[in-house]
Nanobody, 124 residues
Framework: QVQLVESGGGLVQNGGSLTLSCAAS????????VAWFRQAPGKEREFVAA????????YYSDSTKGRFAISRDNAKNTVYLQMNKLNNEDTAVYYC?????????????????WGQGTQVTVSS
């Protein structure tokens, strides 16, 4: 199994940037597909980004592509989410998720392992 812990959330101004980290434990971290999801008050959990086991391929939603960047460092057992040009619609609790699924999925149902979440608040 793998345990996930998110960090890096906080308050950021409209148009600003923030980088989230997902630290994982386990000797087989490179076998896990990792994704970021977010959930705002009153809304469904939403796909944000995903990265394949090798880190070569990445996937984004229409609202995050071009602004966000997901990456991973398997040597450090860490996945990152770089967020730029943040706006109020990005305000949510961000979750890191992982699983050994193939191919990479945009559905939260495909992921068995989740972090506790980290709050991102964008203020104007």
């Amino acid at each position: 199994q793998v345990q996930l812990v998110e960090s890096g959330g906080g308050l950021v101004q409209n148009g600003g940037s923030l980088t989230l980290s997902c630290a994982a434990s386990g000797r087989t971290f490179s076998n896990y597909v990792v994704a970021w999801f977010r959930q705002a008050p009153g809304k469904e959990r939403e796909f944000v980004a995903a990265v394949t086991r090798s880190g070569i391929s990445t996937y984004y939603s229409d609202s995050t592509k071009g602004r966000f960047a997901i990456s991973r460092d398997n040597a450090k057992n860490t996945v990152y989410l770089q967020m730029n040009k943040l706006n109020n619609e990005d305000t949510a609790v961000y979750y890191c998720a992982a699983d050994t699924i193939t191919p990479t999925s945009r559905s939260p149902r495909a992921y068995d392992y989740w972090g506790q979440g980290t709050q991102v608040t964008v203020s104007s």
